[in-house]
T-cell receptor, first 114, second 113 residues
Framework: AQSVTQLGSHVSVSEGALVLLRCNYS??????LFWYVQYPNQGLQLLLK??????LVKGINGFEAEFKKSETSFHLTKPSAHMSDAAEYFC????????????FGSGTRLLVRP | NAGVTQTPKFQVLKTGQSMTLQCAQD?????MYWYRQDPGMGLRLIYY???????DKGEVPNGYNVSRLNKREFSLRLESAAPSQTSVYFC????????????FGPGTRLTVT
C-alpha cells in the first residue's frame, strides 16, 4: 500500500528565506511523486513531478524537489521565499500497481512573513 | 479552453436532501476523479473513472454514487446528505496512460445542516 507523510502542518518563513517542505512516501514499487499547490479558494495546481527520470526535478515558480530513494523522501525547496508563495502544498504518490490513483499527504500550509 | 469546470460552487443542504455535483472537462482526458478535502486530511478519493463506461470506488465511497455520462462529464450524487458530508469537493481529470498529471477543478463547497 502507498502512503505519504508530510511533516509539519504549518511552516513559517521570512520573505527571502529558504523554503523546505518535507515529504516522505511509502510504496512497494517505484513511485511517481508530485507536489501540488493550492491557493485560497482554488483548486490544486501541479508544481512538479518525478517520473523516474532525473532525481532533481525543477518546477514552476522557482521550486524544485529531489527524489531520494534511500531516504524515501521527496522534499520541496525554494531558495528564496516570496509573499506570493503563501499557500497550502500537497505531496502525492502513485504507481502503476495502483492504477495511477493519487494518494495525497495531509498538506503543509506555508506562511511567509514580511 | 476551460479545463475542468464544476457546478455549483457553493451549496447548502439539509440532512436527507439529495443533490448532484457536476463536472466536465474539455481536454479529451480519459480518466476522471472525485475527491473530498477536509481540514488536516488532504484529499481523499471518493470514486474514479479510468475510462468512459467504467467507474470504481476510491477510499471513501460510502454515501455517494457517480455517473460517467460521456467522456467529458462525471457527476457525483449524494442520495441522502449527512452532516459528515460537509466538505469541499474537487473533480480532476487526467489523460491516462503514462501521462498521469491530474488537472483539478475549482471545487464545490458543500455544507449539510
Amino acid at each position: 500500500a502507498q502512503s505519504v507523510t508530510q511533516l509539519g502542518s504549518h511552516v513559517s518563513v521570512s520573505e527571502g528565506a529558504l523554503v523546505l517542505l518535507r515529504c516522505n512516501y511509502s510504496s512497494s514499487v517505484p513511485p511517481y511523486l508530485f507536489w501540488y499547490v493550492q491557493y485560497p479558494n482554488q483548486g490544486l495546481q501541479l508544481l512538479l513531478k518525478y517520473t523516474s527520470a532525473a532525481t532533481l526535478v525543477k518546477g514552476i515558480n522557482g521550486f524544485e524537489a529531489e527524489f531520494k530513494k534511500s531516504e524515501t523522501s521527496f522534499h520541496l525547496t525554494k531558495p528564496s521565499a516570496h509573499m506570493s508563495d503563501a499557500a497550502e502544498y500537497f505531496c502525492a504518490v502513485t504507481n502503476p500497481d495502483s492504477s495511477y490513483k493519487l494518494i495525497f499527504g495531509s498538506g503543509t500550509r506555508l506562511l511567509v512573513r514580511p | 479552453n476551460a479545463g475542468v469546470t464544476q457546478t455549483p460552487k457553493f451549496q447548502v443542504l439539509k440532512t436527507g436532501q439529495s443533490m448532484t455535483l457536476q463536472c466536465a472537462q474539455d481536454m479529451n482526458h480519459n480518466s476522471m476523479y472525485w475527491y473530498r478535502q477536509d481540514p488536516g486530511m488532504g484529499l481523499r478519493l471518493i470514486y474514479y473513472s479510468a475510462s468512459e463506461g467504467t467507474t470504481d470506488k476510491g477510499e471513501v465511497p460510502n454515501g455517494y454514487n457517480v455517473s460517467r455520462l460521456n467522456k467529458r462529464e462525471f457527476s457525483l450524487r449524494l442520495e441522502s446528505a449527512a452532516p459528515s458530508q460537509t466538505s469541499v469537493y474537487f473533480c480532476a481529470s487526467t489523460k491516462g496512460g503514462l501521462n498521469y498529471e491530474q488537472y483539478f477543478g475549482p471545487g464545490t463547497r458543500l455544507t449539510v445542516t
